[in-house]
């Protein structure tokens, strides 16, 4: 990726989000007085400036989001990617089988994530590896115990099984 191609990748990426905190260029330069002008954000988004990494953080956190946010996904085979994440699904019909004290939290974490996503099917739940932890503290537990629990009591598979 040439340097113009990345100055227009960030410039996008840029734009998407003032977009999606629906905002025009004016609105940027109006809601920051005058510290962003609405000129400077539009070459930045054309990728006709370059913007260099204090700019980047300052805007960053003008726009309130981090900055691996802001920064293009790096081109293919120029660093390696991060290891793929696992499916797992809950097995929420399985739920009833469970004495109340383990099936509690687990309800209730089910629920937080269901309402979350507008997903109400009420058969399985297909959750990030990463969610664990959340529900490790909800069940008092750490994430390998817990995980090992969920496979024994039948309400935990793997998206691969």
């Known amino acids: ?13 840029l734009r998407a989000i003032r977009l999606q ?8 330069q109006e809601s920051s007085e005058g510290v962003w002008k609405a000129a400077v954000i539009g070459a930045y988004e054309r990728g006709d400036r370059m913007v260099t990494v204090a700019k980047l953080s300052e805007l960053a ?3 309130g989001v981090p900055m691996s946010e802001i920064l293009p996904p790096s081109p ?3 660093a390696a990617a991060p290891a793929p994440r696992r499916r797992l699904i809950l ?3 399985r739920f009833d089988s469970l004495s109340s004290e ?10 937080a994530i269901q309402v979350q996503r507008g997903d109400f099917n009420g058969r399985v739940l297909t959750i990030r590896e990463d969610d664990l932890m959340s529900l490790s ?19 935990l598979t793997n998206g691969s099984d």
């Open 76 to 78: 293919e085979g120029t």
């Open 91 to 93: 097995h929420l019909d």
């Open 61 to 63: 956190r003008f726009y």
């Open 21 to 28: 905190k629906g905002m025009s260029l004016h609105d940027v």
């Open 102 to 111: 383990r099936r509690e939290p687990l309800v209730r974490f089910s629920a």
């Open 1 to 13: 990726m040439t340097g113009r191609d990345y100055a227009q990748a960030l410039g996008d990426r």
């Open 137 to 155: 503290l909800l069940c008092e537990t750490n994430e390998p115990e817990l995980t090992r629990k969920l496979k024994d009591w039948g309400v």
